[in-house]
């Protein structure tokens, strides 16, 4: 099951770049506010804004699309009480990236979230629950056609123990994208430099941070330089994480000129999360060239 060729992608020099956000961005253009839901409920009747919305993505340069899966898990839909089946949901959201897609060369990342809230410091599920959770939504992820699983905004080491033995044990490629709140552990406690050890061993395509402020993360990387293939895509919104609308407070120039100092670290996936949009995407294609060129011409 291994994509040999997403892995021998990555290993490219110039980093790929994700797409923005989709849940946010739907959520603000739609008027879609369900707190346990997120976005999905567009898959069933309105799943030709999603195709748009990837469309908008992929003609901004991105190399990699994200499914609109975050809230499309098992756990997901049993706590909204949606009479939908996940294998469903995610057979049509992976359907629309493709038909976005067409015949460019872009990846599908699978959005695999956590069971409950993101941002929620204390698990309630079982082990148990959890495991077959996620179970069960890596598996509608791949078997619907993703080139690789985006574990993303993993903050509980049980969960993301699970995930990775699960993908590894499998042959799954994937990628786990860490949250932390602060530069030194992740909610459920954790050191972050342990819990990267962790998920290094367990042969992921690379380690990811996202959903991070610009500010906790720059200082988290100025004390830890990977060693590790790594990737990042940081919060561009205004207020607060738990906020129910969420709104762009980084502009695309604001968070180029952030991040520069982090592509000289060699990073291999850049992106944007929570209140960016297809600017953000066009702008980074942009910065991304224009570096690459200077490199590869020796110019300053």
């Given at each position: 099951?291994?994509?040999?060729?997403?892995?021998?992608?990555?290993?490219?020099?110039?980093?790929?770049?994700?797409?923005?956000?989709?849940?946010?961005?739907?959520?603000?253009?739609?008027?879609?506010?369900?707190?346990?839901?997120?976005?999905?409920?567009?898959?069933?009747?309105?799943?030709?804004?999603?195709?748009?919305?990837?469309?908008?993505?992929?003609?901004?340069?991105?190399?990699?699309?994200?499914?609109?899966?975050?809230?499309?898990?098992?756990?997901?839909?049993?706590?909204?009480?949606?009479?939908?089946?996940?294998?469903?949901?995610?057979?049509?959201?992976?359907?629309?990236?493709?038909?976005?897609?067409?015949?460019?060369?872009?990846?599908?990342?699978?959005?695999?979230?956590?069971?409950?809230?993101?941002?929620?410091?204390?698990r309630?599920?079982?082990?148990?629950?959890?495991?077959?959770?996620?179970?069960?939504?890596?598996?509608?992820?791949?078997?619907?056609?993703?080139?690789?699983?985006?574990?993303?905004?993993?903050?509980?080491?049980?969960?993301?123990e699970?995930?990775?033995?699960?993908?590894?044990?499998?042959?799954?490629?994937?990628?786990?994208?860490?949250?932390?709140?602060?530069?030194?552990?992740?909610?459920?406690?954790?050191?972050?430099?342990?819990?990267?050890?962790?998920?290094?061993?367990k042969?992921?395509?690379?380690?990811?941070?996202?959903?991070?402020?610009?500010?906790?993360?720059?200082?988290?990387?100025?004390?830890?330089?990977?060693?590790?293939?790594?990737?990042?895509?940081?919060n561009?919104?205004?207020?607060?994480?738990?906020?129910?609308?969420?709104?762009?407070?980084?502009?695309?120039?604001?968070?180029?000129?952030?991040?520069?100092?982090?592509?000289?670290?060699?990073?291999?996936?850049?992106?944007?999360?929570?209140?960016?949009?297809?600017?953000?995407?066009?702008?980074?294609r942009r910065?991304?060239?224009?570096?690459?060129?200077?490199?590869?011409?020796?110019?300053n």
């Amino acid at each position: 099951m291994e994509n040999k060729f997403v892995n021998s992608f990555f290993k490219t020099m110039a980093p790929l770049l994700l797409d923005g956000a989709m849940g946010s961005y739907l959520q603000s253009k739609y008027n879609v506010n369900d707190p346990d839901l997120w976005t999905t409920e567009l898959l069933l009747n309105s799943s030709d804004i999603v195709v748009e919305a990837h469309s908008q993505y992929i003609s901004s340069g991105a190399d990699i699309i994200t499914t609109n899966t975050f809230r499309t898990n098992p756990a997901a839909l049993k706590k909204a009480n949606l009479d939908e089946s996940s294998d469903k949901l995610v057979n049509i959201a992976v359907k629309s990236a493709k038909e976005a897609i067409e015949y460019k060369k872009v990846f599908i990342a699978g959005s695999n979230a956590p069971a409950e809230d993101c941002y929620q410091s204390k698990r309630t599920l079982s082990l148990i629950e959890l495991k077959q959770n996620h179970i069960q939504h890596i598996d509608n992820l791949i078997t619907s056609g993703c080139d690789f699983i985006l574990n993303e905004t993993q903050s509980h080491f049980d969960e993301i123990e699970l995930i990775c033995d699960y993908c590894s044990s499998n042959s799954i490629p994937y990628v786990v994208s860490l949250y932390f709140d602060n530069p030194d552990t992740i909610l459920s406690g954790e050191l972050i430099t342990d819990v990267i050890q962790y998920i290094n061993g367990k042969s992921p395509i690379l380690i990811s941070f996202n959903c991070i402020s610009t500010n906790i993360f720059s200082r988290f990387i100025a004390k830890h330089t990977p060693d590790y293939p790594w990737g990042f895509y940081l919060n561009c919104g205004s207020g607060n994480i738990n906020d129910t609308e969420i709104s762009c407070g980084i502009s695309p120039e604001q968070y180029a000129s952030t991040i520069k100092p982090l592509l000289n670290k060699k990073s291999r996936m850049i992106g944007t999360c929570c209140g960016s949009d297809f600017s953000h995407t066009q702008y980074l294609r942009r910065f991304i060239d224009e570096k690459d060129l200077h490199e590869s011409t020796g110019k300053n």
